[in-house]
Every structure is written in structure tokens, then in C-alpha cells.
């Protein structure tokens, strides 16, 4: 078997609408530099680096890592690029688990970024659509996931207000987060009353656009005590997808991401979530996805995911936080926001949180997902 | 070995798509100074801590990237250390007096006139604004004067913000299954879809192979005009690039004889009404665009509600 | 710590053409991961994963991907974009084997540079400030690098034009690339300017088409119907973005992935392979590479060009499918080691495999097959 693969530095930026004092490969400098500070090493150290950003449309920067790696001082270096939509970062962070699991390095660099303030975001990620078949008509996905939950919300009674408290929650958890921008306190009123953008979804549902990079080294169990005393080991990790235009498909559940955690829970011994795991960082690209999520994660009965949030249960104090940090909507850079739920989970079980640390957490749960809500992916990390 | 689809290369109409897209790149601080100083005639390099000097200036050396110690300007005089000519123009590395480094740009000139070694110096385009155009390019300049690398003083605010735009092209080919479902829109006005691998109702868009089962497809189907709205929701937001009107309802609706949705909008003129009357399960209809049909999904301006 | 060691067991390619005009990405796609099984004793079902490569500015798609997952056959199982040739998506399926997690891998990449203006792929690659204004773009790094080399070495463009021909003939006579008369010497001198001094015959020529390379943990490669043939080595090196920086006349990432490469297989040279299957965009970066590898001292990578057993697919100059080379070297490499030989004969047992990416191949990739 492979080796075990621990987290064993972070470093993002601190996000912001509009960075107009640094380069795309500025931004991405300054996540690297706090990563291999947090994990004490140098560049020198770091055997492979993997870069990951969305879209190359979102930058005008074709195969960027060619650009940033001088940024980074990576020269020489085994350095490659994964995209995958909005989940690239977790793609990329995969990508390394794999090249320190399967001895490929002993110590991995994964940075992942966006620097969505510099192109038109929704029209980019139209370009998602087929161009002979629907492209015309793509508002981004928002028109899309607004229409998926719709159609969750006639099926299983779920109302606006089961998104709203999603969003309402990660708001006021962002402020706390010294890495968002978007730190205003709101009521599930204050959603509900919001303008409709794509109904059902509402301003307040939807996350703000960011400029952002985030990086974590990665140490297989031999070398990972060099960097820090207490690593969040990677217990399981997988990124399932499933074909955007199939015949069944009812995004009732997540199918890919049901898939992925039957794997990774698996892999780790995970056989009741709701119960084992201590916190939760999901990548929830508008309020809705958080619900689903809740059902395919197995952190409630499929259908079950308004009452869950209803009860309290995701909350700070409640039994199963989910986003202490305030996930999205504290900071969205799309690109990087895996590899930054997993920085969020990873300082939980470090104990070392800085959002809102969870006692005595020592189980977390990361989901991460890109593309046409078909590419979905979650880990499990523990002390 | 095996070399699949079989076909003889045939020579077939394109669909011609666009991606044009408008950016505000930042360039940082050191090409963001550089940006505002060379709309000034000035020159801007990194100084390193070991003394070397790099022009244009970065803020990480290409070497190793290290942060610069300081801004400095570099002379518009150097030496030509490579070239070439691509569709007519020359195109060389440019190092300049005093640098460490040599960098890209156009050389004004024949490529007879050129060898490595050559001493140039910098034309100047006083109306080229902040940009490194603001050089038009370099000039041989065989006794050009050995310039030098001076302090640069009190620093500008960088620039923040650089327009740019890009334009791709695309003709993408229809391929054996988009061929026949366009050409059939087009002469008869008929979506055909392919009947999924185990199924009666048809893929639309067709293909050759299933999504799910990765096995060949059925025989070909006619599908209606008609169909059943599978998931919408309600456009409120006007984005860059959008092709209609807001309000109006995106829609995925599952023609009649299909399995999988085709993708197009619902127009309304009320919110609150479209929320109630048009959701998942709701019957609607396509209204054809007037005037000949191109063979593309516009031929279909619309789907209405079927009432009742 | 015990690695599983992984073995290419099977590959298939659609033909290499200058456009497919009657196919879509997913036509071209669909096919060589149906074709990849034939003959292996295995199917889609036993595939663990799916490692793709290619370009969304090539595809005029966004997560283009996302749209071809049916077709790649990944409905259901994990899937992962390498936006980079197709031999880093096959590193990544190493790894991933190699960990002991998964037994079998699809990797697939796919390339149709028809349907786009493929300068603009390349030029949308540099830096947006400094670079891409002046008109700075791959055939006029390729053309600097050239300028370079030729005067550095003495070569002339009647050199190359030679290797280029060799190559053609070549990619003739291995089939799989649709041409017509293989130019000659003359015909590649006489090309037309590319990029001085090359001619457009001594660019790589970009060319439509899909490759697939199915991947198995030991045991699965040797209950297989065929001899399994093993990668036993991987490296990889990116080099500074600034073209004027990285050494003239040599390529530092190709010897940086090759040391790497060897040192995994226990290789003292990248000589002990009996054949190179290597990736140059152009003529003289064929030279660079073999030179990079260690197969020629500096300089000299003419005579080790034109031997025996460098790229007798033809390579990278008459079928380039860009972002997909690298990996139909790696196939191509496979199939010379997987090939039978006559009783009393004996075949190639060791083969170096090369892919490249960026302007001017600033990374590089190289592995080692051995059966």
C-alpha cells in the first residue's frame, strides 16, 4: 500500500473582491509563502507542486501555472495543472495526495487560485454550455441550480427559507473569518427578502465573487513531523462525476458525491457521519447545494436536509457545525475553494482554527465540487 | 491496432461559435510601475539583492523568484540576442545595457540587417499610453552610446488596472449524429434524437454512444415539438453576454420522445405569475422562429405554455 | 514500502488527421475508449478511474471535461482534468495505481486544433504585459531557439530538412497519420517560411485526433492477455516562464525529468533504451530533446536523430495532436516493447518516452518502459 498523506502547512490570502495591488501570480505567491512558512520549510523543500485554478477563461491566462510558477520560485520543479471547474482545487489537492501516496514525492505544494475580478465570471462559465445546444440560453449555472432546486423544493416540500437559513448561517459565520470579505451579519428575513437574481435564488443566496489563492503542503508519514507536531491526516479522499445530459438524472441527491463518500467514509470507518464527525467544511456555490449536500453526505435521511438545518443542527453550537467558516459566502475565488475548506477542516483538527474553532474537534468532513453539479468530490481529515 | 471511426476524411460545413471576452487585468506592482513609467519614457527594471538588474521589471525573479530590492531605470540602448521572423516581422531578445536578462520585442528592421551581438536601441511611440508598445519596438543602432541603469526616485503609484480583450474563433464540426439532428431541424423542421441503448425514448442531442451504459445507441427517432418542463428558473440578473430580455424563465424541458432536456427559455411578463404557472412538470410547446430555418436550436425562438 | 508497479496494457488511436471534419471531440473520444479493451480480456466496468487531457481554449469549452464525461466512459467512477499533454494525465494514473488505491486506469487524451486558430492557443499562454502585446507566441520562440542552435552548432536548415523528412517517412510507413506523399528534403526547405529559420515543414504539424492508454496495477497486467510492458520510471521539470532565461542551447527541464526518470527506473543513462519516442514541436527541439536526455552530447543531436530507433512512429513532426502527443508517444513506445518477435530474434526490451508543453517546451516529461 501507499503511504499516509498528511496536511502539514496552510496558507491562503485574504480574500477580497478586488485585489488590484498584485498579479494573478502575486496573489498566488502570497498563499505559497504562508503555506511553506506554516509548514517551516522552503521552497527548496517542496519535491512537486501542483497548481489549480477554474477556467482559464476566468483569467485570459491560458495554462497559467506557466506563468506563475516564477512567482513562486518553483523553477525546476515537477509542477502540472488541474481544472475542474469549481472543484479544482480539490481535484488539484487530489492530484497530490496521490503523488506523496503513491511515492511519487515525500512533499507536495498544492496552491489553487482565482482572480475573479479580472474577467466577466457568469459569461465564462457559460461557455460551460455546448455551443450547438443550449449555450444561447446559460445565465453561468446560476440559472441552472436555481432550477434543480426548484425542482427539489416542489418534490420535497423544501421551501425558500431551508436556503435562506443555509445562507444566513454561513454569513454570520464568515464574520468571524479573518480570510472573507463578505462579513455582514443577516437575518433568513433579510435572504428571503433579497432580489430574486435566478428565483429561487436571491442575492443573499448566492456567494460573493473573490479574488483569492489558498495552498497546503502535503507530507507522506515519514517527513510530515519535520513541518508540525500535529497533522490533519487525509483518511480518504475521492472525486466522482457523473454524465451531465443523462436520462435520470433528478439531482434529488448528489449522485456523484453519494458515490464518493460511500468510498471515502469506507476507507476511514466512517459508518454514521452525523454522529462521528466533529465539523464539516462544504463548498456550497449558492445556498441550495448546501441541502443537498446534507442528504447525499449521509449527514441526514435523503429528504431531510430542511429539517437538519431547521434544528440547529449545522450550527456553531449545534451537534454537526457545518462551515464554521462561513464557506462561500464569506469568499468565494472559485478555483481555490477546495483546497480552502480544506485548510478550514484541516486547522480544526490541528486545533488551530481561527474562524471558530470547534473543541476538541478530531474528525472533519470536506466536500468540494465543480462543474454541472456533476463533479463532486469529499475527504475525510482527522489529528 | 485499432484506428476508429472508420471514415474517409469528407469535407463538411463547420459551426462557427465565438468566445469574446473583455478583462481588467492587474499587473502588480513592479509591471504596474513599469506600465505608468514607459508612458513617460522611462524604462523600468528590478534590482536584486545581488546586485543584478532585470528589465522590464517583475516583482519575482524569472530565475528563482525572488522579491526585488528596488526599482531602478534601465536604458532604452542594448544588445539583440536572438531573433526571428514570423508573417513578416521581426521579433528579438533585447538585453539591455546594464541588465542581467533579455526580454521579447518587435525589432524594426530587415532580418538580413541582423546578428546577435548587435547593438539597438529603443523607437519610441509617444502615443502608445501605458503599455509596453509605448517601445514600438528596437532599432539597430550599431554606435548607439552604452546607456546605464540609473536610480529611479520617487515611484508612481502602480497602475491598478489593464484593459484587454480577447476574441476565439471556433468551427467546430457537427460530426455523423449533430449533423443529421440539425439537418433535420432545418429541412423538416423535426427533432431527431437516437434511442438510448436500452431504450425506446430517444438522447437528445444524439450521439453514438450512451452517456451512462458507454454502449451504442439506438435507431434514430422523431421527437415532438412538445414536451414537459423538467427543472426551470426565473432570469432576473442581466450578465455580460446574455442573448435575451430579462425576465424570462430558463427551462429544461424533456421533448416528447426524449429522455434528456433540451435547453431554452420561457418568455413571462410577470414574476409572481410565472412562479406559480410554469414549474417542473408544466406542458409546453415550441413556437418556431418565422422565416426560413438555419438548422440551429434558434429555429425555435421560444417554448409557450400549453394551457389547460 | 511496497508500490504496486504499473504496467501500460493496451492503447488505441483514432487515425491522426489534419481535421476531422465528420467528428466531434465526443465521436473521437467515444471510439478509442471503446477500442481501448479489445484484446485485454477486460472492460469499462473494471476501470477504476479516468484521467483525461485537453485544452478548453482548444475545445471552445469551458471545463470541456464536464461535457465529455460520457463519452471518456468516467459515468460513475472518479475522474480528474489534467490541462496538460496527455503523458501528465498518465503520470497522475501511475501515481494513483502506484498508491495502491486502484487497479486499472483509462487515460485519454484528445486534441482537435482544427476547430480553433491554434496561434492564439499559444499566444493566450504568455504573460498578458510584456509578452503577448509585442506578437510573442510559440513559432517565434520556436524560431528564436532555432536561430540559436543552428548558429551555436553549425547546423543548416538542409539538417533539418533531412530529420524531417526522415520522420515523415516514417509516420508513413508506421500508418495511423493522414498524409499524403511524404515531403522530401526539398519539399521541407521549400515549406515556406515559419519562423526563421524554419520552414512550416520543421514545425510539428497540428493534427486532430484521440488517444487512450489503459493502465493496470501488476497482477491485473499479468493475468492480461498480453506482455505487460512497465513503467518503471517518471519525471517531470517546468522551467521559468521567461523564454530569455532558460539557458540557450540546452534544455535544463528535459535533463532535470530525465534524471528524475532514470533514477526511479535505476537506469545509469537514458541510453540503455533500445528506442525514444519523444515530442519536438520542432525539428530542432527534437535535437534539444535528445540532447536534454543524455542520447547526444550538445550539439550533436543530429547523428542521434537520425539512428535506428528515435521515434519510429514518425513523432511529433508530421502528427501533432497537440496536448495529446506526449501520450501517443507513450502508446506508440508501448507497442514497439509489446510487439512479437520472431523466434531466435530479439525485440526492444527498454524505451524512453518524451512529452513537452508550453512555448518553446518549457516542461517537460519523460518516462521509462521496460518489459
Known amino acids: 500500500m501507499g503511504r499516509e498523506v498528511g496536511i502539514v502547512g496552510v496558507g491562503q490570502t485574504h480574500h477580497s473582491r478586488r485585489r488590484t495591488d498584485v498579479s494573478q501570480a502575486g496573489l498566488v505567491r502570497e498563499a505559497v509563502n504562508r503555506a511553506l512558512a506554516d509548514a517551516k520549510l522552503s521552497m527548496d523543500d517542496i519535491d512537486t507542486v501542483v497548481v489549480a485554478t477554474g477556467p482559464v477563461l476566468f483569467g485570459g491566462v491560458n495554462q497559467p501555472e506557466k506563468w506563475v510558477v516564477d512567482a513562486i520560485g518553483a523553477q525546476g520543479k515537477s509542477v502540472v495543472r488541474l481544472t475542474s471547474g469549481g472543484g479544482a482545487g480539490f481535484a488539484g489537492a487530489l492530484a497530490g495526495y496521490y503523488q506523496v501516496a503513491g511515492g511519487y514525492s515525500e512533499r507536495t505544494l498544492v496552491v489553487a487560485y482565482d482572480k475573479l475580478s479580472e474577467g466577466p465570471l457568469q459569461y465564462s462559465i457559460s461557455t460551460l454550455y455546448d455551443p450547438f445546444w443550449g449555450r444561447e440560453f446559460a445565465v453561468g449555472i446560476m440559472g441552472f441550480s436555481a432550477a434543480y432546486w426548484r425542482a427539489r423544493m416542489d418534490v420535497l416540500g423544501h421551501t425558500e427559507e431551508a436556503a435562506a437559513m443555509c445562507a444566513a448561517k454561513n454569513r454570520n459565520n464568515a464574520i468571524n473569518n479573518p480570510y472573507a470579505h463578505q462579513k455582514k451579519a443577516v437575518t433568513v428575513e433579510d435572504v428571503l427578502n433579497s432580489k430574486p437574481l435566478c428565483w429561487p435564488i436571491k442575492l443573499l443566496d448566492v456567494p460573493p465573487i473573490s479574488d483569492g489563492a489558498a495552498a497546503i503542503v502535503l507530507a507522506n508519514d515519514k517527513v510530515a513531523h519535520h513541518s508540525n507536531s500535529r497533522p490533519a491526516w487525509i483518511r480518504g479522499i475521492a472525486y466522482c462525476c457523473e454524465a451531465d445530459n443523462a436520462p435520470e438524472r433528478s439531482l434529488m441527491v448528489s449522485e456523484p458525491l453519494a458515490l464518493a463518500s460511500r468510498q471515502v467514509y469506507r476507507a476511514a470507518g466512517i459508518t454514521n457521519p452525523r454522529r462521528q464527525f466533529d465539523v464539516v467544511e462544504i463548498q456550497e456555490p449558492y445556498s441550495c447545494f448546501e441541502l443537498n449536500y446534507y442528504e447525499s453526505l449521509g449527514l441526514c435521511p435523503p429528504g431531510q436536509a430542511a429539517d437538519l438545518v431547521a434544528s440547529g443542527a449545522t450550527q456553531l453550537d449545534g451537534d454537526i457545525p457545518v462551515n464554521p467558516s462561513g464557506g462561500c459566502m464569506g469568499a468565494n475565488p472559485i478555483g481555490a475553494v477546495g483546497v480552502i475548506r480544506l485548510i478550514e477542516a484541516a486547522t480544526q483538527v490541528m486545533g488551530r482554527n481561527e474562524s471558530h474553532q470547534i473543541k476538541d474537534a478530531k474528525l472533519a468532513l470536506v466536500q468540494s465540487g465543480g462543474g454541472w453539479a456533476n463533479l463532486r468530490g469529499c475527504a475525510v481529515l482527522s489529528a | 491496432m485499432y484506428y476508429a471511426p472508420e471514415t474517409t476524411p469528407i469535407d463538411l460545413p463547420t459551426f462557427h461559435s465565438q468566445i469574446k471576452l473583455p478583462y481588467t487585468l492587474t499587473p502588480g506592482r513592479a509591471a504596474g510601475i513599469f506600465l505608468v513609467e514607459i508612458a513617460n519614457g522611462r524604462i523600468v527594471g528590478s534590482r536584486f539583492k545581488d546586485g543584478s538588474v532585470i528589465a522590464p521589471a517583475q516583482d519575482f525573479s524569472p530565475k528563482d523568484g525572488e522579491e526585488p530590492e528596488a526599482l531602478v531605470e534601465a536604458p532604452d540602448t542594448g544588445e539583440l540576442t536572438g531573433f526571428t521572423r514570423v508573417d513578416g516581422a521581426v521579433i528579438g531578445l533585447i538585453r539591455l545595457d546594464g541588465c542581467a536578462n533579455a526580454f521579447t520585442h518587435r525589432i524594426l528592421g530587415e532580418l538580413a540587417d541582423l546578428k546577435v551581438g548587435q547593438r539597438v536601441k529603443a523607437e519610441w511611440d509617444g502615443a502608445a499610453g501605458q503599455s509596453i508598445l509605448a517601445i514600438k519596438g528596437f532599432v539597430v543602432a550599431a554606435d548607439a552610446p552604452v546607456g546605464t541603469v540609473k536610480e529611479l526616485g520617487e515611484l508612481p503609484e502602480p497602475l491598478g488596472v489593464v484593459n484587454y480583450a480577447f476574441a476565439l474563433d471556433y468551427e467546430h464540426a457537427y460530426g455523423p449524429y449533430y449533423g443529421r439532428m440539425f439537418d433535420e431541424i432545418k429541412q423538416n423542421g423535426v427533432f431527431m434524437g437516437v434511442r438510448g441503448s436500452n431504450a425506446d425514448e430517444a438522447l437528445l442531442p444524439p450521439r453514438e454512444i450512451d452517456d451512462i451504459t458507454h454502449k451504442r445507441t439506438g435507431t434514430w427517432k422523431a421527437c415532438a415539438d412538445t414536451g414537459t418542463i423538467r427543472a426551470c428558473s426565473i432570469i432576473n440578473i442581466e450578465v455580460y453576454g446574455q442573448t435575451r430580455q430579462v425576465p424570462y424563465v430558463y427551462a429544461e424541458v424533456v421533448l416528447d420522445g426524449a429522455s434528456t432536456k433540451m435547453i431554452h427559455v420561457i418568455e413571462i411578463d410577470d414574476l409572481e405569475h410565472a412562479k406559480k404557472n410554469i414549474k417542473p412538470g408544466t406542458r409546453v410547446r415550441a413556437v418556431w422562429t418565422k422565416g426560413e430555418r438555419q438548422g440551429r436550436v434558434s429555429d425555435i425562438e421560444r417554448f409557450e405554455v400549453i394551457d389547460g | ?371
Open chain 3, 1 to 371: 514500502m511496497g508500490f504496486s508497479q504499473v504496467a501500460v496494457l493496451a492503447s488505441a488511436q483514432t487515425e491522426l488527421r489534419p481535421a476531422w471534419n465528420d467528428a466531434q471531440h465526443i465521436d473521437l473520444i467515444s471510439s478509442v475508449v471503446t477500442n481501448v479493451f479489445k484484446g485485454t480480456g477486460l472492460s469499462l466496468d473494471d476501470v477504476d478511474f479516468v484521467i483525461d487531457s485537453g485544452s478548453d481554449v482548444l475545445d471552445g469549452r469551458s471545463i470541456s471535461n464536464c461535457g465529455f464525461l460520457g463519452a471518456l466512459g468516467a459515468h460513475h467512477k472518479e475522474e480528474a482534468r489534467v490541462e496538460e499533454d496527455g503523458l501528465w494525465a498518465a503520470l497522475y494514473g501511475v501515481n494513483k495505481i502506484r498508491s495502491g488505491a486502484s487497479k486499472v486506469g483509462l487515460i485519454v487524451a484528445y486534441s482537435k486544433p482544427s476547430e480553433s486558430a491554434i496561434d492564439l492557443y499559444w499566444s493566450a499562454m504568455v504573460e498578458p504585459f510584456y509578452q503577448r502585446p509585442v506578437g510573442f507566441g510559440q513559432k517565434a520562440a520556436l524560431g528564436m531557439q532555432a536561430q540559436r542552435y543552428l548558429a551555436a552548432y553549425g547546423i543548416t536548415d538542409s539538417d533539418l530538412a533531412d530529420l524531417v523528412a526522415r520522420r515523415w517517412a516514417a509516420a508513413a510507413a508506421n500508418g495511423g497519420v493522414a498524409m499524403g506523399d511524404a515531403p522530401d528534403a526539398a519539399a521541407v526547405l521549400g515549406a515556406g517560411e515559419a519562423a526563421h529559420p524554419l520552414t512550416n515543414l520543421m514545425l510539428s504539424r497540428p493534427v486532430d485526433g484521440a488517444v487512450a492508454v489503459l493502465l493496470g496495477a501488476e497482477d491485473v497486467a499479468r493475468r492480461s492477455g498480453r506482455a505487460p510492458v512497465f513503467i518503471t520510471g517518471m519525471g517531470t521539470s517546468m522551467e521559468t516562464h521567461a523564454f530569455a532565461e532558460r539557458s540557450a542551447n540546452t534544455l535544463d527541464s528535459v535533463a532535470a525529468a530525465a534524471k528524475m526518470a532514470l533514477g526511479k527506473a535505476g537506469w545509469d543513462k537514458a541510453g540503455a533504451a533500445d528506442v525514444a519516442e519523444i515530442s519536438g514541436p520542432s525539428a530542432v527541439g527534437e535535437l534539444l530533446v535528445l540532447e536534454g536526455l543524455g542520447l547526444a552530447d550538445a550539439g550533436k543531436g543530429l547523428n542521434a536523430a537520425m539512428g535506428d530507433g528515435i521515434n519510429r512512429s514518425g513523432g511529433a513532426l508530421p502528427a501533432d495532436p497537440v496536448i495529446a502527443t506526449g501520450l501517443v508517444r507513450l502508446a506508440e513506445a508501448a507497442k514497439q516493447l509489446a510487439a512479437p518477435v520472431r523466434g531466435g530474434a530479439t525485440g526492444p526490451e527498454k524505451a524512453i518516452v518524451h512529452g513537452t508543453g508550453g512555448l518553446a517546451m518549457q516542461t517537460n516529461c519523460v518516462f521509462t518502459l521496460e518489459v
